[in-house]
């Protein structure tokens, strides 16, 4: 399971940098690629998209079914694997090792045998999950996958025109607890009597979080600001499922791996704020005091 874990993981964050960095894209087409990703693990791989009896699906079973589709669960696992199973850990990465940040890092033979982990464990979880959604479901997620890696080549990169941006991690952080917290509880609530309408506002919520980090990114979007984003989104699954749900349930392993997670977002912290040129205050020339003119004594 190990095995299957990294190289599913593993191999797709790996391989969606190097898409990105190849075609000299952004964290937008990072986003993108994630997001057919999660196609690609939950539509074709596991096809929880497709399966009413998945374990995870909760209401979500039910609520947002129709011809044979989990459309609800559908959109939320895409946009949950888009932003926490590839583009935090690829920018968690890049910000431990900055002087890696515009490098390629997979050679030609490195990127061949991440393609074929990443297909060896498709494989080995398909035949693992048994569900057979028929094949026009199969075909249905690998031609979202094909649209969405067109969309991602060719979504331009963001340059930044200002490097004046001033948001504190007292609004990023809470802003980015409020990403997971509003989809997580919004999605598996069913709040809405109609499916389709948690569909839209879930796709107008995505749009406007893409807005608001496309002006930030334009004002220059800075790493310690990045980091305080991230720090927020990891910082509500480690408060209610590494120290909440865990510590209800015993489980201190994980309680234990959660504070070495948060200990590590810190210690990133530390050396980018190392990095940054620290403003001093300009020195104050001394007043010229006027020479005196009295004869000494």
Same mark, same amino acid.
């Given at each position: 399971?190990?095995?299957?874990?990294?190289?599913?993981?593993?191999?797709?964050?790996?391989?969606?940098?190097?898409?990105?960095?190849?075609?000299?894209?952004?964290?937008?087409?990072?986003?993108?690629?994630?997001?057919?990703?999660?196609?690609?693990?939950?539509?074709?791989?596991?096809?929880?998209?497709?399966?009413?009896?998945?374990?995870?699906?909760?209401?979500?079973?039910?609520?947002?079914?129709?011809?044979?589709?989990?459309?609800?669960?559908?959109?939320?696992?895409?946009?949950?694997?888009?932003?926490?199973?590839?583009?935090?850990?690829?920018?968690?990465?890049?910000?431990?090792?900055?002087?890696?940040?515009?490098?390629?890092?997979?050679?030609?033979?490195?990127?061949?045998?991440?393609?074929?982990?990443?297909?060896?464990?498709?494989?080995?979880?398909?035949?693992?999950?048994?569900?057979?959604?028929?094949?026009?479901?199969?075909?249905?997620?690998?031609?979202?996958?094909?649209?969405?890696?067109?969309?991602?080549?060719?979504?331009?990169?963001?340059?930044?025109?200002q490097r004046n941006l001033k948001v504190s991690w007292k609004i990023l952080v809470p802003?980015?607890?409020?990403?997971?917290?509003?989809?997580?509880?919004?999605?598996?609530?069913?709040?809405?009597?109609?499916?389709?309408?948690?569909?839209?506002?879930?796709?107008?919520?995505?749009?406007?979080?893409?807005?608001?980090?496309?002006?930030?990114?334009?004002?220059?979007?800075?790493?310690?600001?990045? *980091?305080? !984003?991230?720090? @927020?989104? $990891? +910082?509500?699954?480690? /408060?209610?499922?590494? %120290? &909440? *749900?865990? !510590?209800?349930? @015993?489980? $201190? +392993?994980?309680?234990? /791996?959660?504070?070495? %997670? &948060?200990?590590? !977002?810190?210690?990133?912290?530390?050396?980018?704020?190392?990095?940054?040129?620290?403003?001093?205050?300009?020195?104050?020339?001394?007043?010229?005091?006027?020479?005196?003119?009295?004869?000494?004594?």
């Amino acid at each position: 399971m190990t095995f299957l874990l990294a190289s599913l993981y593993g191999s797709g964050a790996l391989l969606v940098r190097d898409y990105a960095r190849r075609w000299q894209k952004g964290w937008r087409s990072i986003l993108i690629l994630g997001a057919a990703y999660g196609i690609i693990e939950e539509g074709i791989m596991v096809r929880s998209f497709f399966n009413p009896v998945w374990k995870d699906l909760g209401v979500l079973g039910t609520y947002g079914r129709w011809l044979g589709t989990n459309w609800v669960w559908a959109e939320w696992l895409a946009i949950f694997h888009a932003i926490f199973s590839i583009t935090i850990p690829i920018f968690l990465v890049e910000l431990t090792f900055p002087q890696s940040k515009t490098r390629i890092w997979l050679s030609s033979r490195m990127r061949v045998l991440f393609h074929g982990l990443l297909v060896l464990a498709i494989i080995l979880g398909f035949f693992a999950f048994p569900y057979d959604p028929g094949v026009l479901a199969i075909a249905g997620c690998i031609a979202a996958v094909v649209a969405l890696g067109w969309f991602a080549k060719r979504i331009s990169k963001i340059s930044p025109v200002q490097r004046n941006l001033k948001v504190s991690w007292k609004i990023l952080v809470p802003l980015g607890f409020s990403v997971p917290a509003v989809f997580f509880f919004f999605f598996n609530s069913a709040l809405i009597p109609i499916a389709a309408g948690t569909m839209i506002i879930g796709a107008f919520m995505v749009l406007g979080y893409e807005r608001l980090l496309t002006s930030w990114a334009r004002k220059g979007f800075n790493d310690l600001q990045k *980091l305080g !984003l991230m720090t @927020g989104a $990891i +910082g509500f699954f480690a /408060l209610f499922f590494d %120290f &909440i *749900l865990d !510590l209800l349930l @015993g489980r $201190i +392993g994980t309680i234990v /791996l959660g504070v070495v %997670f &948060i200990t590590y !977002l810190l210690w990133i912290r530390k050396n980018i704020l190392a990095r940054l040129p620290r403003i001093q205050d300009p020195v104050q020339p001394k007043p010229n005091m006027p020479k005196s003119t009295e004869p000494s004594l």
